[in-house]
């Protein structure tokens, strides 16, 4: 069995169920062994045997027998089951293991009798205590002859049996960290599913006055699942409904979660909905009830279910009774409305986890145990068989009203929503009618009453209109309060980071020599040459006869010249006022001293009687070397700087365990050596650890990094994991804080000279093995991801970018998609990679929006105003609007304008004065309503300023692209009309015209016909614009 199982998660929950047993607490005090036994039964969906398995191993180990006694535990299995448990078996080395019973495995034997087995397991439970009652889940039967042998030997010993359903699911109630984001996780996913599918679905038949069942509604459901558009980006395979969903309506009402949906159609009243959705085995649960034209008391009522809901969530908090928090929401009821009490639900919702439903944790009035932190439970209350007083129809006289959420169990605190899917009347009510309609429709005929639901989409768009405000509303108003917010905030920001002031680094003065001792004593510098120590990167020259040594650092750069029978060397130093370079800032120690800005030495090319060589040989060398040496120091001090602000990272432990994840056959970007190579990355402990086929190692901790981006090869040729770090780290002699390891799927080139026929054996064998390929390597990386989350407990989760909300647009030189995920704009394809961190943003500015250009361009303004902002050229004009939706949903800023402005100075006057930028509105000046002419004038006057400016650039480049379309448009046309004038040249106009009129006779009619043709399509293709415009 290749599945990897969770060791840590092991250990820690057995501890957890044998310490309880210790404990001795109900049932558990009067066990001496507990039985557990797995059969197989595909009916069989919640079951405590099966859920202790998931519970303890992360799967269900089906035709198993674990027996836990009180000093060992035991399991008999199948061979490939047994290898599977041997990971928890062999706990060497392992010091989370310690005070956990050994495992004893047994290894069952299919065709045979496996009385030796059974025998050795009933001797165990005898040794175990006092070895007469056995713990057992007295509701799990699962068929079989396997099972059957086994239940016949315990039978046989007589062994008494104790149901422990209630002690163990008290024991799996309390949630850990990682149980808690998968259960966040598939209330999320309920809730997405719930929202964006079954409401609107709904809203869709009640507008379009459709008939759908309610078993085909509830079907519709279950497939919108396998949909990931629904899902958040999770992978279908992971999820599964709870339960089917259960939708009522038109006075049948059943608020349980053990009915389905009948075959009856939907009915325009009170529309009840439960829905759950499981992620990984935890489940979740969510119920709304949705109205359509509610009276007044329908409302009343539903407002009282909410603020009992309100009351209940309020006493469900740690080391409450579970009667205690029922009796006060009961008290509520009879106090306030006493006549709702026989209505309200016989229990207010159960404690969830694997199974849906704990039986023994459900919140009524007799339950005696205490909530703790950490529960996670399904609250549902409901008024079932309330009476319409102004319903007429059958269906129309009753209704229930139905609400659930998830709910997680905090220490003090009311406990947590974790399905937040809004609940307010205004959410859930559709008003078709106003009330002089009601009262036409009460004085009207049933001709009448057809005739006003034909109107209802009318009535319901023009709701939708006046209650729901149009999609742009929505964002302007939104827009507003994120200004609002923004201003404040920023100030504040700035404020509290005024008194940290930058500290100006001072340039490293470089000393030649400490002391006189130091200095070299060779025969050149003797001589009044040159000499060149390239132990100490000095270089000694002679001035004014005395040996003067110069630190490599000062020297600016050298020149040397032959004129003549004479070589000059030309030597520059830096001085205060002489560029440094692009860093390294003006700074000397001490600027006030006099410096040497350059000495020029000149010796003789001819070598004079007695010399051994020529005079101008030592320039030579000289400046062959002090070349040499400069190299040397720069390439060191690169080196150097690149190591700065550097973060020590922790060392990596590695898991010795051969079953740690692993990805092999990947490169890595950027690469380590010139030439790129393979090698295979691996999880461990604290972290991944990448190791070439060259034997190099780059290691990357969990807890550094910011992102992990998984780019699926859907429309790539590549499949990416790229980690964008909080800290940078060294490899290849340079710093990283963008790592990502990948594969090709597919030939990213092509040999143009290997054409041939496009049904061609071969091309078709090639294009289904890169579909495989595609398919297992997605398979690959999926397993490796789900592995990784399952090691690090869901502290690092992989982010899938959506690509449906992608956008093209040029962050660098070229052109790539930019694709959101749920917490950055990132393209890992290209490289180098583009990732901006979204709760870095401060705001987003579109320049150059204008009608007339095809092209945009993004500015990304960081919250930190001392950081470039983002520039991201040529966006396509049609993506705006998406790309404001998208960046509206995520609560972030957006301004637009038809300049483009000059972001270093703006950001530079921000930072040097904040208390004045915001007191003259802040970002405000973004605004199109807040730009004046002369607003525009002066930020045309500050493009002027400027010598370079790359956006100007863009602009013109735009701009003539335009011009170029437009004088295309123009010579076609005058092409166009000189073809037309040649063609008919050949007669004169008293000719042409009676044609004309012949040809108008003929045609008469069929201009008319055509004409109506053209009104009747031109109105059809206006309608939807005019119902889009109303909704």
Sequence with gaps: MAANLDKEAYYRRIKRLYGNWKKGEDEFGKIDAIVVSVGVDEEIVYAKSTAIQTWLFGYEVTDTIMVFCETKILFLASKKKVDFLKQVALTKGNENANGVPPITLLTREKNESNKPNFDKMIEAIRGSRGGKTVGVFSKDKFPGEYMKSWNDALAAEGLEKVDISAVVAYTMAVKEDGELGLMKKAAAITSEVYSKFFKERVMEIVDADEKVRHSKLAESVEKAIEEKKYLGGVDPSTVEMCYPPIIQSGGNYSLKFSVVSDKNHMHFGAITCAMGIRYKSYCSNLVRTLMVDPPQEMQDNYNFLLQLEE?????????????????TVLEYVKKEKPDLVAKLTKNLGFAMGIEFREGSLVLNAKNQYKLKKGMVLSVSLGFADLTNKEGKKEEQKKYALFIGDTVQINEEEVATVLTPVKKKIKNVGIFLKNDDEEDEEEDGDDAEELLGKGARGAALLADRTRNEMTAEEKRRTHQKELANNLNEEAKRRLTEQKGEQQIQKARKSNVSYKNVSQMPREKDIREMKIFIDKKYETVVMPIFGIATPFHIATIKNISMSVEGDYTYLRINFYVPGSSLGRQEGNIFPNPDATFVKEITYRASNLKTPGDTSVPSTNLQNAFRIIKEVQKRYKTREAEEKEKEGIVKQDSLVINLNRSNPKLKDLYIRPNIAQKRMQGSLEAHTNGFRFTSVRGDKVDILYNNIKHAIFQPCDGEMIIVLHFHLKNAIMFGKRRHTDVQFY?????????????????????????????????????????????????????????????????QGAPYRSTCLLQPTSSSLVNVTEWPPFVVTLDEVELVHFERVQFHLKNFDVVIVYKDYNKKVTMINAVPVNSLDPIKEWLNSCDIKYTEGVQSLNWTKVMKTIVDDPEGFFEQGGWSFLDPESEGSGAEEDSESEMEDETFNPSADETEVEEEDSDEDYSSETENSDYSASLGSEEESGKDWDELEEEARKADKESHYEDEDTSNKKRKHQSSRMQPVKKKRRS
């Design 311 to 327: 009351e209940l969530l309020k006493e469900l908090k740690h080391g409450v009774k579970i009667s205690d928090a029922y009796n």
């Design 743 to 807: 594969t090709e799927v597919g030939e990213i080139t092509t040999d143009l000279g290997k054409h041939q026929h496009m049904h061609d054996r071969d091309d078709l064998y090639a294009e289904q093995m890169e579909r495989e390929m595609r398919h297992k390597l997605k398979s690959a990386f999926k397993n490796f991801i789900e592995k990784v989350e399952t090691l690090t407990r869901e502290e690092l989760e992989f982010e899938v970018p959506f690509r449906d909300l992608g956008f």
